[in-house]
């Protein structure tokens, strides 16, 4: 897929998860950035017709680019329904070990915490992927099972201007093989946001197997 439409699907789903009662989205672009597909899940309570106006409006305003109804898809569920097994991150920690380095991740769900580590030899682009590799190794002990995932690449780039981590997981089950991509813009921490790109790749997977 193109960084470029990969990036703008993300701001997308970012601005419309921020409207009121959505829990989680889905955002879908053609090859001219078009948009195909709008999945949303929210509470029960929300005027469905309301949501996507202001779906459409919040994209429109945002964006500059205008969105047909008919491809906005709604999905509601009780609020008493709602569990949200998304793993959060916890904590990141570096460590200098000789001519090595060590990253330890902890992630968070539901109050408890899932570690994983990774030690590489020191060089900067090894730190980025130990921390996605400890990332990795933290959602297998969430899920309870081991040598499942593995990092493909982790990518730093610049697009639009913005500087982001894309990274590749691959996924191993039962002799069949699948890549997941992730990407998460680059704020305050690089490695953050190499553990988020992760997450961005798994969760929606990780949700299914919990």
Do not use: W
Request: proline share 0%.
């Amino acid at each position: 897929m193109d960084d470029n439409r990969l990036v703008l699907e993300e701001e997308m789903k970012s601005l419309i998860c921020r409207i009121p009662d959505v829990l989680s989205c889905k955002v879908i672009l053609g090859e001219k950035n078009e948009v195909q597909d709008i999945h949303v899940l929210c509470t029960s309570g929300r005027n469905v017709k309301q949501l996507v106006r202001d779906i459409q409006s919040a994209v429109s305003a945002r964006f500059n680019v205008e969105v047909d109804y008919k491809v906005i898809s709604i999905a509601q569920i009780e609020e008493n329904e709602i569990k949200d097994n998304r793993l959060k991150i916890g904590s990141i920690v570096m460590m200098n070990m000789d001519n090595s380095l060590k990253a330890t991740v902890i992630l968070e769900s539901d109050g408890k915490n899932y570690e994983g580590n990774s030690i590489k030899v020191k060089s900067v682009s090894n730190k980025f992927k130990a921390v996605a590799e400890a990332t990795i190794m933290a959602v297998e002990s969430f899920v309870n099972t081991n040598g499942i995932f593995y990092l493909e690449g982790i990518e730093r780039t610049r697009v639009a201007g913005r500087d982001i981590f894309v990274c590749m997981v691959g996924y191993t089950y039962k002799n069949n093989e699948s890549l997941l991509i992730g990407c998460s813009m680059i704020k305050t921490d690089e490695n953050e946001a190499v553990a988020k790109s992760v997450l961005n790749a798994l969760n929606r997977l990780i949700s299914k197997m919990v």
